[in-house]
């Protein structure tokens, strides 16, 4: 792939690692790079921070221009771009080839590839099963939706490393035109997600399917048989399932409180995964088996298997704990996007809980969110963004009673303060959104971190409300 001298236009910089990486790739490259993206400079200022030492790179922030759509050589295209995006229509009209920093990265990468998709939980599987394959000695790497691009490292990457990737099903839709699907492919679950960008749910399954559909029989299937959707997905090689329940599959499944068996090719082996498993919640018990199911498949060592699960620490905004104040319990669990994430986050919890909920619009159906709001012992609801004012509509159905206070809220800040005042020692403040951040924040990162600050913050205000 000679890109040297080449005209080469990167569309969407972003915040979350592909666009730079993909720039800083094609700059190693040596490549003539144009930088366009919709945000300003301002917005998107890590990310041009982390670019400064390169020289050469052209930047038309705050919108975009035609020129360099018809002129360019190659296109790389952020996933987030919507397909029917009329700039890429340009392009394709000059005959530019498109293509996008994942699918550059698998285009060179060397090593097998073990992918993790989802609709919730893929992150924390992805993170939870580099951390075990690291735990072997073996090279790995970890990269794709999860935030960081391995397309600098390529050249790094040897062939008998392992490499972890997230995928989100719009990198999937592009991965799917190149034909191509990782050695151990991981689905978590499948729900309704993203409809604002795929339209339909067939779309949206057909997308996160591609991580199926090009597999051999060489290749191993890991799914989720405690998700039905899921586990009548087909494939072409080894299919190894995961479950809270034994039904005699090939796979890895809880078996009573303490031990889970392993079965694939006649033998049997037991794993104390609950017992290694610090996180909290039924969820994360899920994707630890998940992810031991792939190492195991990979013929990992339990020892390895062990030491991975023990040393894992919760990923920043998965429900973690980012402060203990005054007798409350702060969780920032930002990245719960999906009402599902919202759910079993709610479910990780047997203490009285003050959510954080609501935000953008992706077009996700919220009733059996709020359904589950209802149910738990929640004390208090700050609804917040585009959604609110729909939770508390739908939680009116719920708890006509309003036996769980709630205020639809103008602004974040307004939002702590009033779920603090409603709370009281023992009890946990939870940011589990449900929703996505756009609406009010730069993306859900900034939405956690500004739920942090609050909340390490907090010892006057909790002072004044106890006393």
């Known amino acids: 792939m000679d890109l ?12 979350f690692g592909g666009g730079l990486g993909a720039v800083q790739f094609l700059a190693q490259q040596g490549a ?16 041009l921070a982390q670019l400064a030492e390169i020289p050469s790179i052209t930047y038309h922030l705050g919108g975009h221009q035609r020129e360099d759509f018809s002129t360019a050589e190659l296109l790389v295209v ?57 735990a072997t000695g073996r090279t790995c790497w970890l990269g794709g939706n999860i ?21 989100s099903s719009f990198q999937l839709e592009d991965l799917d035109r190149l034909q191509r699907s990782p050695h151990v492919a991981i689905v978590t679950n499948f729900s309704a997600n993203h409809l604002d960008r795929h339209g339909t749910l067939e779309n949206y399954r057909l997308a996160k399917q591609a991580i199926l ?67 909290p919640g039924v969820h994360n018990l899920q994707n630890a088996l998940a992810a031991a199911c792939a190492a195991c498949a990979l013929e990992a060592p339990v020892e390895a298997i062990e030491r991975g699960l023990r040393g894992y620490k919760a990923l920043p905004h998965r429900l973690e704990l980012v402060a203990a104040v005054a007798g409350r319990q702060f969780y920032n669990d930002s990245l719960a996007t999906t009402p599902e994430s919202a759910i079993v986050a709610l479910a990780a919890f047997e203490q009285p809980i003050i959510l954080f909920a609501g935000g953008y619009d992706k077009g996700s159906d919220l009733t059996e969110m709020a359904y589950a ?17 729909r939770l508390n509509e739908l939680l009116d159905q719920f708890d006509p009673e309003k036996r769980i206070r709630r205020r639809v809220c103008e602004d974040f800040p307004t939002a702590f303060n009033w779920a603090v005042s409603e709370s009281m020692r023992g009890d946990i403040l939870l940011l589990s959104p449900g929703c996505a951040s756009y609406d009010s924040f730069r993306n859900f990162v900034d939405r956690g971190t500004q739920f942090r600050d609050l909340a390490v913050g907090s010892s006057s205000l909790m002072a004044r409300i106890d006393s």
């Open 213 to 279: 559909r090009w597999q051999t029989p060489a290749d191993f299937a890991i799914l989720n048989q405690d998700d039905a959707f899921v586990a009548s997905w087909s494939t072409r090689g080894p299919t190894l399932y995961f479950g809270l329940k034994d039904t005699g599959r090939e796979g890895l499944f809880l078996e009573g409180k303490d031990h889970a068996v392993f079965r694939f090719a006649g033998q049997e082996r037991r794993l104390a995964v609950p017992e290694w498993l610090s996180l």
């Open 373 to 389: 709001i209802a149910l738990k012992p929640v004390k208090a609801v700050a609804l917040m963004g585009t959604t609110g004012p």
């Open 32 to 47: 003539r790079v144009t930088v366009t993206d919709n945000r300003s400079a301002a917005e998107l200022s890590e990310s």
């Open 147 to 167: 935030g960081r691009s391995l397309l600098p490292n390529v050249a790094e990457i040897q062939p008998s490393d392992a490499v972890v990737l997230e995928l």
């Open 4 to 15: 040297h001298d080449r005209r080469v236009t990167v569309m969407g910089l972003g915040s």
């Open 78 to 134: 952020s996933p987030a771009v919507p397909k029917d995006n009329p700039f890429l229509r340009i392009a394709i009209d000059a005959g530019v080839p498109l293509t996008s920093e994942m699918n550059l990265f698998w285009e060179l990468n060397p090593a097998r590839v073990i992918a993790v998709t989802g609709s919730n939980g893929k992150s924390t599987t992805t993170a939870m099963t580099h951390a075990i394959l690291q």
